[in-house]
């Protein structure tokens, strides 16, 4: 594949996140190339409104469409599995809306398939994408700031108490961890020396018994420690906070940020640190996924499978187990 050929892409799903990508195509001066989902009228209507030729009756047929390259999956996470097993297995590239899979397991076998056909598959985790953190990982890796120590994460929302909506349903997978939990579990990754090995945390369930809220306390070989507070039914700022050893990093809407601040422990003094922008977030996402289906490249696989193996050991010792998993 020439740099010149155009990489077509498809969306699965029509929801709020997938209108969020195609409005990141057309801030690149691009559309979809195809869309499909269960229900043909809002397909119909997606389409039209950003302008994307391709329309599938059956979303099926993206998976054998030669004609596409790329498959953009934003439907809920507990439908992930079934529709990367057949994409994978079509010899598809895979960027999947976060949460990737239920568990652990489910991802290994998209990751063999993955490996078996020789495509990309990614999760669709802005952290791992926002220019901020490239330059936040250069100026802790200079050594400016001496060891990662301590890495303290809040994110909170309050939803109301409906317990058929996506957030507190079993049967949609709902739950702060696959929700907002695996943001904070993926920066904390991106910024230690290896995964924890050691997990302490205290969980409140909804009603439906899906993990509301849970205060969560992790160490790793390396002694590094990180703290999670996270709730879907009480306001916190999604603030994170890294720790070194000569200063400290402040970053205020982690999931997409695009300024921090790094604090000398000694002086005090502050320095504003700023890279990409905010509403540029999904269009980080293309670009990176494009550079590596055309020349191979990191997509933080490796840190998604580590943070799947936290999120998945955490739900067990919690009970809290989605109607695919029995």
């Known amino acids: 594949?020439?740099?010149?050929?155009k990489l077509r892409w498809a969306v699965l799903g029509t929801g709020t996140i997938a209108h969020q990508m195609a409005?990141?195509?057309?801030?690149?001066?691009?559309?979809?190339?195809?869309?499909?989902?269960?229900?043909?009228?809002?397909?119909?209507?997606?389409a039209q409104k950003y302008g994307i030729p391709k329309v599938y009756q059956d979303c099926g047929e993206m998976f054998t469409d030669p004609e596409i390259d790329i498959i953009y999956l934003a439907t809920p996470h507990n439908t992930h599995i079934t529709y990367l097993e057949k994409a994978l297995s079509q010899g598809k590239h895979v960027l999947c809306e976060?949460?990737?899979?239920?568990?652990?397991?489910?991802?290994?076998?998209a990751m063999g398939l993955a490996r078996e056909h020789r495509v990309v598959l990614a999760e669709a985790m802005t952290i791992y994408h926002m220019?901020?953190?490239?330059?936040?990982?250069?100026r802790v890796g200079s050594g400016d700031l001496g060891r990662v120590e301590l890495i303290q994460l809040n994110f909170g929302s309050f939803k109301d108490y409906d317990m058929k909506n996506r957030f507190f349903s079993p049967d949609l997978a709902g739950g702060a961890m696959l929700d907002i939990g695996v943001y904070a579990l993926s920066l904390a990754r991106l910024f230690l020396d290896s995964n924890p090995d050691q997990i302490k945390s205290f969980v409140r369930?909804?009603?439906?018994?899906?993990?509301e809220s849970a205060a969560i306390a992790m160490s790793n070989r390396e002694g590094q420690l990180v703290t999670a507070t996270l709730s879907?039914?009480?306001?916190?700022?999604?603030?994170?906070?890294?720790s070194c050893e000569r200063g400290y990093i402040e970053i205020s809407g982690y999931p997409r940020a695009?300024?921090?601040?790094?604090?000398?422990?000694?002086t005090g003094a502050r320095e504003l640190v700023r890279a990409g922008r905010t509403a540029d977030a999904l269009c980080y996402e293309v670009e990176d996924m494009e550079r590596a289906v055309r020349e191979g490249g990191d997509m933080s696989l490796p840190l998604t499978a580590d943070v799947m193996?936290?999120?998945?050991?955490?739900?067990?010792?919690?009970g809290v187990v989605y109607p695919e998993e029995r």
């Open 1 to 5: 594949m020439s740099m010149d050929d």
């Open 23 to 46: 409005e990141a195509f057309q801030s690149m001066g691009r559309a979809l190339d195809a869309v499909g989902s269960r229900t043909p009228a809002k397909t119909a209507a997606f």
């Open 98 to 109: 976060k949460a990737i899979t239920l568990n652990s397991e489910e991802l290994a076998r």
């Open 131 to 138: 220019p901020l953190y490239r330059a936040l990982l250069e």
């Open 205 to 211: 369930k909804a009603p439906t018994g899906v993990d």
């Open 232 to 242: 879907l039914h009480a306001r916190q700022p999604k603030r994170g906070v890294i």
């Open 258 to 266: 695009d300024e921090a601040v790094i604090v000398d422990a000694q």
């Open 309 to 318: 193996e936290l999120m998945t050991a955490l739900r067990r010792e919690w």
